[in-house]
């Protein structure tokens, strides 16, 4: 996949998967047909971004206005296509 396919991809959680928050433990967790993977640092915020509409590039840009000096740009869109990889976004 180039770059610019990665960046114009505008993923969805795939339709089993669900992110939550586990406000006892102050963790994002998605949720999987017999699973739950406990998601760290920032990765929730990223997930919750992920609704079909905006693209990896509308991603990127809403994060690092959010997070100003945050290496979004190169953590993003792998950790992204990562997921893909797993099936958890679509």
Do not use: N, Y
Not at 33 to 43: C, D, I, N, S, T
Not at 51 to 72: M, T, Y
């Amino acid at each position: 996949m180039t770059a610019t396919s990665v960046t114009d991809w505008r993923p969805v959680p795939a339709p089993a998967v669900l992110l939550r928050h586990d406000h006892t433990r102050d963790r994002d967790l998605l949720l999987l047909p017999e699973r739950v993977v406990v998601l760290q640092g920032g990765a929730g915020t990223v997930v919750g971004l992920c609704d079909g509409v905006r693209s990896v590039r509308d991603i990127v840009d809403e994060l690092a206005e959010r997070f100003p000096g945050a290496p979004v740009a190169a953590d993003v869109p792998p950790f992204l296509e990562r997921l893909r990889h797993k099936g958890w976004l679509r």
